[in-house]
């Protein structure tokens, strides 16, 4: 991105599919000093004032926030949908060269790049033991909500 030069902003994916750690953006807007919005779902670039506003997905809902660019977001799927192109840009796009930059390119030391250079490593990924009692209901779809109603009844549930 510094190679490239001055940016307004950097879009990346919410989380990579091999370690799921969703650490890309923060780590990349942390590299360039710029401010980081994550799980961000609706962008709207404000003219003239250097500014974007944003809705950023959260346990509850969603908050809007509004941030000075240059700036790094992660998308999530709301975003939007990718559009598919027309023959003539496909055609087009055969034609494009895409440079490819390795460390020497960039000026940087091939022991701070890639897995040896990475500040975290997914050493396991594993499903964590279950916790507690189950029980498993089973009937028709009445007699389970019956059941599971009894069930909190009798465990004290607030609210039944």
Not at 11 to 20: E, H, L, P, S, Y
Not at 109 to 133: A, H, I, N
């Amino acid at each position: 991105i510094k190679k490239l030069g001055p940016v307004d902003l950097v879009v990346c994916g919410k989380q990579a599919i091999d370690g799921d750690t969703a650490q890309v953006g923060p780590e990349v807007a942390t590299l360039l000093d710029l401010p980081c919005i994550t799980y961000v779902r609706k962008i709207e670039i404000e003219d003239g004032n250097g500014t974007m506003k944003v809705e950023r997905a959260t346990d509850s809902g969603y908050e809007i926030l509004r941030v000075q660019i240059p700036a790094v977001v992660t998308v999530i799927r709301e975003i939007g949908e990718p559009r598919i192109p027309g023959l003539r840009h496909k055609i087009r796009s055969k034609k494009q060269e895409i440079p490819v930059w390795g460390a020497e390119q960039l000026g940087l030391d091939p022991e701070e790049v890639g897995l040896q250079g990475s500040y975290t490593q997914v050493v396991k990924v594993f499903s964590p033991p279950p916790r507690g009692e189950r029980q498993m209901l089973s009937g028709t779809v009445e007699e389970m909500a019956r059941e599971l109603v009894r069930i909190l009844k009798s465990s004290n549930v607030p609210g039944f």
